[in-house]
């Protein structure tokens, strides 16, 4: 058994801000949380990050093609980008890479959009030097059962029924790149039964409140977007309430920095407040839980078996937001502690 006593704490589902904490850990696991009168250390613990959309491989084309557009790039038949990943020899070393980046800076969870069907998926596999956190989600075609996920490029992908269907029989959870440069079909798209989109940028609202109604989650990607001059329809997709994800995306183009991400987000809305703040910390945290399926128990309470992370509080002041804080990513990184 040990404990852990800390001057700040982001509780349970909704990231409850609770000070003078002490947790106690056994059996790779939160036994107990509760307030404390004793000395506590000067850090903010909460759960450490997820990065629900990111392709690690395209750590090997960094700052490729500035000023190509997006279809040229990443059409998954054709694009530059499969035909570049086809030549390298050695991408197991860009997933690693990409990993230990994310690692050090607070992140262990990370779903990895495997391209190359199932030889893209034995590279992950390879890379990622069975890191507990790394999630492959692969695409077909090939013998791709044993991914984590399925991951599919667009919702027209050739056997994307097929294969959606067979994950959802496996209790794998299902993921698909929907309307990021167009408005795309939402009917053929929930035929998929995914369980979370990534991008959504051509949505309107009330798809938006079919997607929520559905239990289907968005993972924004916002640097990524921005790079490839897409709009940006965080506010709405808040404002309706969808579950929010947040990914990093192509490696190549955005850091795998979920830090980045967060305050690009936050600096993205038109109304910046605590609130605001804890829903997107939600976003990268606790939020993961049920549409990547976890086997974890993410939220920090009695329980969780997910690792913490613990970040320095001295950087706050009377009257400072934590949450504001950390979305501006005020708080260096201590430790990562896997219970």
């Known amino acids: 058994m040990r404990s852990l006593r800390a001057k700040y704490a982001l509780l349970g589902e909704e990231l409850y801000l609770a000070e003078d904490v002490e947790i106690v850990i056994e059996g790779g696991k939160v036994v107990d949380v509760?307030?404390?009168?004793?000395?506590?250390?000067?850090?903010?613990?909460?759960?450490?990050?997820i990065n629900a959309h990111v392709h690690t491989a395209d750590y090997s084309l960094l700052e490729l093609w500035p000023e190509k557009g997006l279809e040229e790039i990443v059409d998954p038949r054709a694009g530059l980008k499969i035909r570049a990943l086809?030549?390298?020899?050695?991408?197991?070393?860009?997933?690693?890479?990409?990993?230990?980046?994310?690692y050090r800076r607070g992140t262990f969870a990370l779903a990895d959009f495997r391209e190359q069907g199932e030889k893209g998926l034995e590279i992950g596999l390879r890379g990622s030097k069975g890191f507990p956190g790394y999630l492959p989600f692969a695409r077909?075609?090939?013998?791709?059962?044993?991914?984590?996920?399925?991951?599919?490029?667009?919702m027209n992908y050739p056997q994307a029924f097929e294969y959606?269907?067979?994950?959802?029989?496996?209790?794998?959870?299902?993921?698909?790149?929907?309307?990021?440069?167009?408005?795309?079909?939402?009917?053929?798209?929930?035929?998929?039964?995914?369980?979370?989109v990534v991008h959504a940028n051509f949505v309107p609202k009330?798809?938006?409140?079919?997607?929520?109604?559905?239990?289907?989650?968005?993972?924004?990607?916002?640097?990524?977007?921005a790079w490839f001059k897409l709009p940006n329809n965080l506010e709405e997709v808040m404002e309706v309430g969808v579950k929010l994800l947040l990914g990093t995306d192509n490696a190549g183009w955005t850091e795998?920095?979920?830090?980045?991400?967060?305050?690009?987000?936050?600096?993205?809305?038109?109304?910046?407040?605590?609130?605001?703040a804890r829903e997107l910390l939600k976003a990268v945290t606790v939020n993961a839980q049920e549409p990547l399926k976890l086997p974890w128990k993410v939220p920090?309470?009695?329980?969780?078996?997910?690792?913490?992370?613990?970040?320095?509080?001295?950087?706050?002041r009377p009257g400072s937001s934590p949450y504001i804080a950390l979305v501006k990513g005020r708080l260096p990184i201590e430790s990562l502690v896997v219970p």
Request: charged share 35%; net charge negative.
């Open 164 to 196: 959606a269907k067979k994950f959802k029989e496996m209790n794998k959870p299902v993921a698909v790149h929907f309307a990021e440069n167009k408005e795309e079909d939402l009917e053929e798209l929930l035929k998929l039964e995914p369980d979370f």
């Open 256 to 276: 795998p920095d979920l830090w980045r991400e967060l305050e690009f987000a936050f600096l993205s809305l038109k109304e910046r407040d605590e609130e605001r």
């Open 34 to 49: 509760y307030e404390t009168s004793k000395h506590t250390q000067n850090v903010l613990v909460m759960p450490s990050l």
């Open 140 to 154: 077909p075609p090939g013998n791709i059962w044993k991914a984590y996920g399925l991951g599919l490029p667009e």
């Open 300 to 316: 920090l309470e009695r329980g969780s078996n997910w690792p913490l992370l613990l970040l320095n509080s001295k950087p706050l």
């Open 86 to 102: 086809e030549q390298e020899e050695r991408l197991e070393r860009y997933v690693w890479e990409v990993i230990k980046i994310s």
């Open 206 to 225: 009330e798809w938006l409140e079919e997607l929520k109604r559905r239990n289907v989650a968005i993972a924004k990607c916002l640097r990524a977007n």
